[in-house]
């Protein structure tokens, strides 16, 4: 039976930004994670009333969080079977009976998006055993069996509305690209949501938005917890620490309580997983990587439960924690040891690579020395300290005194204490529940999208282009001659500067482009970023095509009927409009993301 979970408590006075958007019945929020999803939803009278009433899924299966892992598994004919708990369980099963050869199992599979810079609609993911399907066909499953799973917990709940009714936010990484976006939406949009029910939300914009709705804010100190409440004003750096991905941005609290993005947003690839990675290293070193070969081939239940064993276990590690942690280990592991071996694991001379002592066995029990429980962490905690750190400094004109860390490897004691010794004159605060702000405040994002004003934009965006070419300006290999003109080729046509500023919706630079042909009913526009403020040409160094603009003509006069381009900017995700000249007919544009 389904469950829910009251999240928050108390109230507080945000102005709800009206006249642009009708008000939603429901809002969904799915959170899309690297290691765990989950999703959350809120009717429009609770959000009135009090908005952190917001119900989120428990699933049975957790003792971690109230998400479930994201992972995916597909039957021999590609045909989706299961979800998280469910999807890890039945290819255990498999496993066991030694039949996983053709089934497909998908696991943190979220960071193609991020790592892929020519993605593509034809993209592939490769499954644990090296098994290629469409990633599309991935996503696009794992989201609609989150879509209906919310929508029966919703009937559930009797909250009386229809599904066309539910207005749905996907919560991305603020460091994903355009192209990432529309790969979300186009799997959300297959995943039977219309795209006019779909909205995007920068996870640590959510998870800004959440505690900005918060009464109180929790602020750890040493020693102590002080309770005091936002001001108008309050410039802060949000840190969001996720499985996979770190985000970092900047924002300030408007005079009508709204936020404004005062940086673009930066992070890498630095999350809990690695901390995960370097607890399977210590097996493989331990056990040898032949016997934990075995061990995820014919007892993958074990394990499991050693992995989530650790999960528990890591959530609970301080920089004060001294002794011994013991770890269960599974008749499977020290059985299989010894029959690779000829020895019992207790008998083992020697552990490679840790002193003697630090690591111990005692019949099912494995003992590890603190400190080498502790070095898991150190890596990863110095890599994003050390780009925080890096980040603060790039920003240092807006004279941030605040930190707020938000998402689910934030609620690491060992980050927490490594962000507070890097930053030891700013306030860090760590709300309560930090792991679940960016899917609760995608719920508020979706009933009030306009508490987000202004964002700063993360590139240079310009369309490809001919100009005029200017000798001893242009390089001549640029010089191209059409008819009794001579032009300069590959012209970097600006549209938007990186680092400035853009409000909520706002269309700027509107340019005039001419097609390059006398006729045609189509005219095709190529879209390129660079990192620079000021690119001249789109072949620099840093600068890339993120997609096309197809044009529709009307009127096929060609050169008689220039185009004028239009970008908006501010919003999460990147829109361009279009309109003909001698029609005037003004239309959104076909922008295509994912076809480099």
């Known amino acids: 039976m389904a469950s829910y979970s009251r999240i928050g408590q108390g109230r507080t006075s945000i102005p709800v930004r009206a006249g642009a958007l009708k008000e939603r019945v429901l809002v969904a929020a799915i959170d899309f994670g690297t290691t765990y999803s989950g999703y959350a939803f809120q009717v429009r009278a609770d959000f009135e009333s009090d908005p952190l009433k917001i119900k989120a899924h428990t699933w049975s299966s957790s003792t971690v969080s109230q998400k479930t892992p994201t992972c995916i598994l597909f039957d021999k004919d590609q045909r989706f079977h299961s979800f998280g708990y469910d999807a890890e369980q039945k290819y255990n099963e498999l496993a066991a009976a030694g039949e996983t050869w053709n089934w497909y199992f998908f696991k943190r599979f979220k960071m193609l998006l991020y790592k892929d810079e020519a993605l593509t609609r034809e993209t592939v993911l490769k499954d644990d055993k090296g098994l290629d399907m469409p990633a599309m066909t991935v996503f696009t499953a794992s989201i609609k069996f989150l879509k209906d799973h919310m929508i029966k917990a919703c009937e559930a709940a009797n909250t009386g509305v229809r599904p066309e009714e539910i207005h749905w936010v996907i919560t991305v990484p603020a460091i994903w690209t355009d192209s990432a976006k529309q790969f979300m939406r186009e799997a959300a949009i297959n995943a039977e949501i219309h795209t006019d029910k779909i909205s995007l939300s920068l996870e640590p914009e959510a998870a800004s938005l959440f505690c900005r709705y918060l009464p109180v804010e929790r602020v750890d100190g040493v020693n102590q917890t002080a309770i005091r409440s936002f001001s108008i004003g309050d410039k802060y750096m949000i840190l969001d620490c996720g499985g996979g991905t770190v985000d970092i941005t900047v924002h300030e609290i408007q005079e009508d309580s709204t936020l404004k993005e005062l940086a673009k947003a930066n992070g890498g690839e630095f999350g809990g997983t690695q901390v995960d990675e370097k607890f399977i290293q210590l097996l ?211 549209h938007a500067t990186v680092g400035q500023e853009y409000k909520t919706e706002e269309k700027v630079c509107t340019q005039e482009y001419v097609p390059s042909e006398a006729s045609g009913s189509r005219m095709e526009v190529l879209v390129y970023t660079s990192p620079r403020r000021h690119p001249l040409y789109v072949d620099e160094e840093g600068s890339r095509k993120i997609g096309e603009i197809n044009i529709s003509l009307n009127d096929a006069t060609g050169k008689d009927n220039p185009v004028v381009v239009q970008f908006e900017f501010g919003n999460t995700e990147l829109k361009v409009k279009v309109k003909e000249t001698k029609t005037g007919q003004e239309k959104e544009a076909d922008f295509d993301l994912l076809r480099i």
């Open 284 to 494: 493989n070193e331990v056990f040898g990587p032949d016997v934990m070969e075995v061990i995820q081939q014919r007892y993958r239940d074990d394990y499991l439960d050693v992995m989530q064993s650790f999960e528990i276990k890591k959530r609970r590690v301080s920089p004060e924690f001294t002794g011994l942690e013991t770890f269960q280990i599974p008749l499977s592991f020290t059985s299989t040891y010894r029959e690779l071996n000829n020895m019992d694991i207790e008998k083992s001379t020697s552990i490679p690579k840790h002193p003697k002592g630090k690591i111990t066995f005692n019949k099912d029990k494995m003992r590890v020395d603190a400190e080498v429980v502790k070095d898991f962490f150190t890596d990863v905690c110095d890599q994003i300290s050390g780009i925080a750190k890096e980040y603060y400094q790039s920003v240092s004109e807006h004279k941030i005194e605040k930190i707020l860390m938000v998402g689910g490897f934030s609620e690491s004691q060992m980050l927490q204490d490594k962000v507070r010794k890097a930053f030891p004159k700013v306030r860090v605060i760590i709300p309560e529940e930090a792991g679940q702000a960016v899917l609760k405040g995608a719920v508020l994002f979706g009933h009030n999208p306009k508490m987000i004003t202004a964002r700063v934009c993360k590139y240079s965006y310009g369309i490809c282009a001919f100009k005029h070419f200017e000798p001893g300006i242009d390089p001549p290999e640029k010089r191209v001659i059409q008819g009794d003109i001579v032009l300069c080729k590959d012209y970097f046509s600006k």
